[in-house]
């Protein structure tokens, strides 16, 4: 039906098979590479974050990015039902889907406003970073930078908290960060990019505007040397623990068709008062 | 313009509130809660998986159960492009989505099809383990259970590969629980189930239908006490590591609205030869 | 790489093109046939719902088909903010996401229990209707019907709600359902074991339990001749309309990462009280 | 547990349902209304494409504008298996999903590359449309935006199809705009300026680029006066009834687990060759 294509079963197969190509894993009958390691060698050996790092990286971390990794993976988990992201999986886990259904939901959700703060965040880092590298004074950089930001009324992600005045996980992050940059383990780079920058943006204000989650890990990915995208993929990874746990609670709690207000509250109507259709339309 | 449902604040803020509830995390301004450990002390602290342990069952695993369960999440991230989650989300990263909504994509596809067996198959061990508890002889009644699903032409979910004689993922995974069987770490009760049906599966056949990944990871769920469904919960966690570095991949090559063939080939097509709508319809 | 499968182009061709076949539609240069006939005569001569029709059934409905497929599709277009699916659509909105990423995650959320009552009740009847057809009672058919179900404590789907005494999209979809049967367009027979299902479900009630929107849009969907799965296929279509126009007003308003409750209100917390992690863990 | 924010009732009230307010609905028991409307007075009066106007932009249509918007809704239903939301959904109709999910697979594809070139055309329209309202040449504009887009290396959205020498819906579509320009229902603005676009970049070329389904719908919906966003939304709309339609086929074929390729053929592999981890990693 369809005018032939090719002369030979080898160019169908070049561009058939070519057209789903692969570097990540080789699956043939009994063997499963995953980025050249048989998988039944990595069972039981490498840790989920090794195998995290080995499937977008291509090699094995090192003990010391392995850690900063967990640190990283460990401490984006979760804030609780007021996120979007988690209040959806939520509702979906009372709508008869499956637990697949409810975390794709609750990813779903993890957008440029609400997971891409990192992502943009690594940007900015590495914006900084080539500056600096080409001899530009850091901390003049980051002012500039700052000033740019506010003259546009915009917020410089990664930094400052809509509900923490200081976000607690940028301390204990920062400082394995600073560990690692201690012993040579990282180069340190993006760590002094966004400190820079928190100093920029707390000059002159009595309320500084710390680093939030989304700046601390984006320093430590950025250091371990992902692009800007990947910190969103990152996130995601993370986040879907939080959502898999409490679309699992909601499910427990048997509620069904669960809405964002309990049924005696209504949302509020603001449109037209009831009005008629007139005559016949149709 | 709503019916006022409550007299007092105290009463609104209890219905409110109590919609929305949770045990799992409490986010309060300058506090992140994590099953009551405060986020800033996991941090470098836990790996990814005692977090995901801790997230969903409330309390940190023991050596033993991490190492299983990191082994049961390593297993599963990945298993190609052949599968529709992989190969529907690194469509999806080509259509000029964000990572978040092409990891989505593939999750969602992880159904009672793709991604149930694992869950199914804990249920049937279940059965198992719950008749050898009662005094039932294991190997019988793992037999009386073949027998009927093959009466009813249904597979056993956990057994058999379509594509692998032998799933090399098998026989690692197994090693792991038989160690921790024989060390008393885990009770045993899901192992000697599990293996009770790959014996009756292969009996008085000539090519036996051993256990896959579903089975060997539905046996370490089961010896780790996790319910049935949260068994497609981690295995969603796990491939999402694979479904994200497929993605990724895929955004990487840059290619543009990919379907299923390169362009030179179409689907076939076997619907009504070409027609007129005649006169003028509406 | 791969073992070659096939010996000649044509079998390629055969197999990988015959993996990806099609009735619904052809596409080839120049040409775009649905279901047989060129798009171009069907722009400007088809209605949207003659299009929907074509799509899922192959040919063209009748005026009367028509009529009460475009009454089933927009009856149920929204039922407001409340519902868990045009909730998560508007939370998507804020996230960042494009409009099809919102949508997409409102119309995931229809499922068994959000979505699939409709569907259910299609088997209902069908299950009805045969009886009837063998000769049975119809009433009484029906009364055993709905006792089977308040034996097993569950809902016959379709009937009640839980918000309306009487869903007031009942009255004029069946009157709708009536005048077909009348005119002899429609066989009559789901409307038959639908109202039969509505007597027995009020019998030596106070309070009756009428049809609602899932039980009356279930009745034309079956006199229609759609199949019970098509049910919630269709249902998706007219809710989509909804989510997106709810999606469409939120973005409106520029909400940035909207969660259930605004900002001030906290989710009830029931999990374990702070507690320290205690000595290094890892 | 949580700090009181609130006084009184009312005020909590206002709050709460203030945060989810909407003026596309109002629902209260017994009550529905759509736009203000009752929804028993649209049941059997308004067509489907009707009430997606209503609901859309809070009036009804005329019957020209309703014309123009059944035939671009029309028009975009399917364009066949090939592009990735179909095929997506058709392997997610393989893995034990609802066909909720799967339509929703389907549509959270139509991102900024696979749906959003109509969303795109209209921006590019609304540009060449207000520089004509300023006084401006509209050819001299039009072939000022294509010499820029071409200095970018960029295709103008909207215009030439990778695989339609001319794609067959764009002389039914302008048809039926130019006949509602010639008796004044719609202004003709946005005819002009894809009209003057389509010369522009036809200039000079032995192959023109002509409009696609993309452009054609572009100036409907401009010429209805929809907002580029919703050009999106409607597209969105339109192809769930080519997605449903090829997810509903793909379950009645059967198939399990369906991925791009029958399974004797595999993706290709370039990543690394097999290796081994080597000493014990972790």
Request: proline share 8%; hydrophobic share 40%; net charge neutral.
């Amino acid at each position: 039906m369809n005018t032939p294509a090719f002369d030979t079963a080898e160019e169908y197969e070049d561009k058939v098979t070519g057209w789903w190509r692969t570097g990540v894993s080789r699956i043939r009958p009994g063997e499963i590479l995953l980025r050249g390691y048989p998988v039944e060698q990595l069972i039981g050996q490498l840790s989920f974050a090794d195998t995290i790092w080995l499937m977008l990286r291509g090699e094995l971390p090192t003990a010391a990015q392995r850690r900063l990794l967990e640190a990283a993976l460990v401490a984006a988990v979760d804030h609780g039902p007021q996120a979007p992201s988690i209040a959806a999986a939520r509702m979906a886990a009372t709508c008869g889907l499956g637990l697949n259904n409810a975390v794709a939901t609750g990813v779903n959700l993890l957008g440029d406003v609400h997971g891409g703060a990192g992502q943009q965040c690594m940007q900015v880092l590495a914006d900084l970073e080539q500056a600096a590298s080409q001899g530009a004074d850091l901390d003049a950089a980051a002012e500039r930078l700052v000033a740019d930001y506010r003259a546009d009324r915009r917020h410089v992600p990664g930094f400052g908290h809509r509900f923490h005045p200081r976000d607690p996980r940028r301390d204990p992050l920062l400082a394995l960060v600073e560990e690692a940059v201690t012993t040579g383990e990282v180069p340190g780079r993006a760590l002094r990019a966004g400190t820079a920058l928190e100093r920029a943006l707390s000059q002159g204000r009595s309320r500084p505007v710390p680093m939030n989650i989304d700046g601390a890990t984006a320093i430590i990915y950025r250091e371990l040397g992902f692009p800007p995208e990947l910190g969103r993929g990152l996130f995601v990874l993370s986040r879907s623990v939080g959502i898999l746990s409490h679309a699992w609670e909601e499910k427990s709690q048997n509620t069904r068709i669960k809405g964002p207000l309990p049924r005696p509250l209504l949302p509020a109507y603001d449109g037209p008062a009831p009005r008629d259709l007139g005559p016949r339309h149709a």
